[in-house]
């Protein structure tokens, strides 16, 4: 296993990426194109910025990311790129969400790496993971376009399946991914949502 986050992280760090997680989001991508050239991403919980980084790569210099996080986040756009906007804040505070609306009043997507600050506790620590979930799906439906994607990570337990069906009633489809380059010993999931109803 160790070879294998050893090659992700050097392949990560080759291609100009600040952390690993990038793949997580490329192999989505790869298979189910929840991106489009042109379109607006939100990325929720970004830093360190690697994930909007790839979306600017895959929208284009015509479309537009927003990344926000508690911790302050920089990185390095290139000419090729969407513009990204870094916003340090919480997602639940009305005026950070103005700020977003500002930028963009909708958007073709949006995307969580959220997690939090895990206590060892598997019960707890997937409770709290399930409810950033349910706070990026909020913001999901009230900053996505109709026939918006949505990809947000969850911790796998119980409720999680409630979740996804909390999903799909919003979405034309919604699945659980695992992606290759998460790892194995790791619980962590991803929650897709393909055509978001409006």
Wanted: with cysteine; charged share 30%; net charge positive.
């Amino acid at each position: 296993m160790k070879e294998v986050q050893d090659f992700y992280f050097k392949k990560a760090k080759k291609e100009g990426y600040p952390a690993r997680s990038v793949y997580k989001l490329e192999e989505a991508q790869l298979k189910h194109r929840l991106l489009k050239k042109g379109d607006k991403v939100l990325d929720l919980g970004c830093h360190p910025g690697s994930w909007s980084l790839y979306a600017a790569r895959v929208v284009g210099v015509q479309g537009l990311v927003v990344g926000i996080d508690l911790q302050k986040t920089r990185g390095v756009g290139k000419k090729d790129m969407a513009p990204i906007h870094w916003l340090r804040g919480d997602i639940t505070d009305e005026e950070m969400l103005a700020s977003v609306r500002e930028l963009a009043p909708a958007f073709d997507a949006v995307v969580s790496d959220m997690a939090p600050r895990t206590t060892g506790n598997k019960w707890s620590d997937q409770q709290q993971a399930l409810n950033l979930a349910r706070r990026s799906l909020a913001v999901a439906e009230d900053m996505l376009k109709p026939g918006g994607n949505y990809y947000c990570k969850v911790f796998q337990g119980e409720d999680v399946d409630e979740f996804v069906k909390e999903v799909r009633s919003r979405f034309k489809t919604a699945r659980l991914v695992k992606p290759k380059s998460s790892r194995s010993e790791s619980r962590e999931m991803f929650v897709l949502g393909m055509g978001f109803g409006g």
